[in-house]
């Protein structure tokens, strides 16, 4: 069964402090995207990667970076967390061989709360 | 998410009945359309899927009807079960390659 994997189901940091949200993907998909789900928003996009080493900025970008390392590992960086990050993060991973195709796997979220 | 619930829109039917979940998507490029169930706790999972050149598509008890004359995105559910309480979103694929425009989402909630 493919699965995206993702480190850490809750977590709760205090305003300032340096966060990482690790996304681990079994698929061999060369795409990987990390969104924000809040109330009555849906999925809004951070930041996605198309390839190792390659990222490029979603819609809301600011107060995040990312770091790709390897093709199956996509990580979430909040380098000084604040209240308004305090949120469900989804990672997902979708293959590129499917031109039009854009099928997500979504990983299980990650909760973060900023006090 | 647990609390992704808390401000969407809510449709309550009675087990066994068909459920008809709706979107309004935005982008008239779009060719390309998904929906996705969100239980509580889990991330989005992949129902089914729906190319522009086609106004129907069924699953397995699934239907997505596709009526781009008004850019409306519809999810049937037949026999509705307590399994099929989740959040429900459309989602669009714009002008992009491999992005996806999500929709705010409907919670489907099954009376036993």
């Known amino acids: 069964d493919v699965k995206v994997t993702q480190s850490s189901r809750y977590l709760v940091k205090r305003t300032g402090e340096k966060v990482f949200l690790e996304c681990v993907q079994d698929m061999d998909h060369e795409n990987m995207f990390w969104y924000r789900q809040d109330p009555g928003l849906g999925l809004r996009l951070i930041y996605f990667?198309?390839?190792?080493?390659?990222?490029e900025k979603g819609d809301i970008p600011e107060g995040y970076s990312v770091s790709r390392e390897k093709k199956e590992r996509f990580s979430l960086i909040l380098e000084s967390a604040s209240t308004n990050q305090t949120s469900m993060y989804l990672c997902?991973?979708?293959?590129?061989?499917?031109?039009?195709?854009?099928?997500?796997?979504f990983g299980a979220g990650s909760r973060l709360t900023v006090l | 998410g647990e609390n992704v619930g808390l401000h969407l829109p809510t449709l309550s039917v009675q087990e066994g009945d068909n459920s008809i979940i709706n979107c309004a998507y935005s982008?008239?490029?779009?060719?390309?359309f998904i929906w996705y169930k969100q239980e509580s706790g889990k991330g989005p999972q992949f129902i089914i899927d729906i190319r522009s050149n086609m106004d129907k598509r069924q699953g397995q008890r699934v239907t997505v009807l596709l009526n781009k004359t008004v850019k409306h995105l519809s999810l049937q559910i037949a026999a509705t079960q307590p399994g099929d309480s989740a959040v429900y979103f459309c989602a669009e694929n714009g002008d992009s390659s491999y992005k996806l425009i999500f929709g705010s989402g409907t919670r489907l909630l099954v009376r036993p």
């Open positions: 997902a991973s979708m293959s590129r061989t499917i031109p039009g195709a854009n099928v997500l796997t």
């Open positions: 982008n008239s490029a779009s060719d390309y």
């Open positions: 990667s198309y390839d190792v080493k390659m990222k």
